[in-house]
């Protein structure tokens, strides 16, 4: 598949998203889901064929995949805002599927955690406040037009072949064959690993198997770094009751995805992490504030809230025989 085929195919699927967005045009609307389903079918097929001949039908992977387009297109099409926000919960529910066939089970959580448990929260909330009732279908004009749809597909144009460049192989994509490619993200798992001094001495023990009260330590180098590639296997250095030992860690001892998440949010990025735990919490705050209503009390709850006798004595109000 060269690499004008596939931005054809991304630039058609544009085209068809684009006459889909047209309101109150039945006839292009039909020939814009013509046109974006062929340019889809054709680049899913150009991703099943470049499958291995043994390899399984992604028959899971095709379903969700499927869904989430379908729930994309219907997001930025629909006329009314409370439906398109109910569809990006079918969005994001697809792309948590595909992370969790990917074994990332930290973004797929986090994925529908933050954005169809928090954010799509605050996105009803605040169109429930701002949605004004004029028109004749019941929604604003700027609920039943789209605004700028040409340069939100043309950013959709260049990501949608930017993506599948990189994962079909094509002209400037991404050579997962590559060598160095794969020693680089080996080094980076293992040094995870070696960040976490307990789950590495309890992994040595029970590698050694020793008999119980032998004193096992895991040296370390002068960096602080206990794990070493022997032949391209990761090894470390053990005293044994007094004898030094190399011990080669099996691969069921890598850290898991949700380790390697944890670890870079906390090691590497600790400041952007802070930094979205307050943007989140101001968030929270703004919602708060925009949700408080100003009740206006009367006369007589004002005079009553200040211990004062109400204005008004008579038997049938809750202010009758009030402090004097």
């Known amino acids: 598949m060269t690499p004008t085929i596939l931005y054809l195919a991304s630039l ?7 006459l889909i967005m047209r309101p109150h045009r039945r006839g292009t609307r039909m020939v814009g889901t013509i046109i974006g389903a062929g340019a889809m079918a054709f680049l899913m097929t150009q991703i099943l064929r ?16 499927l869904g989430g387009i379908a729930g994309a297109v219907r997001m930025v099409t629909h006329p009314r805002p409370v439906f398109a926000a109910i569809w990006f919960v079918m969005v994001v529910v697809c792309s948590a ?15 529908v955690i933050v954005y169809a448990g928090a954010i799509l929260i605050t996105y009803l909330f605040v169109i429930m406040l701002a949605q004004e009732a004029t028109g004749t279908a019941g929604e604003a004009l700027y609920d039943r037009l789209p605004r700028e749809p040409v340069a939100a597909l043309v950013v959709g144009f260049v990501l949608l072949a930017s993506i599948g460049d990189a994962l079909l192989v094509v002209d400037g994509g991404i050579e997962a064959d590559r060598p ?16 976490m001094p307990r789950q590495l001495d309890r992994t040595v023990t029970e590698i050694v198997a020793a008999e119980p009260g032998t004193e096992i330590s895991v040296i370390r180098g002068e960096d602080g770094t206990a794990i070493r590639f022997l032949d391209g296997r990761p090894t470390v250095d053990v005293d044994v009751a007094g004898e030094r030992r190399t011990v080669e860690i099996p691969e069921s001892a890598a850290p898991t995805n949700t380790q390697a998440v944890g670890w870079s ?20 705050f703004g919602a708060v504030v925009l949700a408080r209503r100003q009740i206006d009390l009367s006369e007589d709850e004002r005079r009553v809230a200040a211990g004062l006798a109400p204005l008004l004595e008579d038997e049938d109000t809750d202010f009758a025989g009030g402090a004097a």
Not at 97 to 111: D, N
Request: glycine share 8%.
């Open 97 to 111: 599927g595909l992370f969790l066939l990917m074994g990332a089970e930290f973004m797929a959580f986090s994925l």
């Open 12 to 18: 058609a699927g544009a085209v068809g998203l684009f």
């Open 50 to 65: 470049s499958l291995a001949d043994d390899a399984i039908l992604p028959v899971l992977e095709v379903v969700f995949a």
């Open 180 to 195: 160095d490619a794969i020693a680089v993200a080996e080094t980076d798992r293992w040094s995870v690993l070696d960040g």
């Open 265 to 284: 949010l906390v090691a590497r990025f600790p400041v952007s992490l802070e930094v979205a735990g307050v943007i989140l919490l101001m968030a929270m």
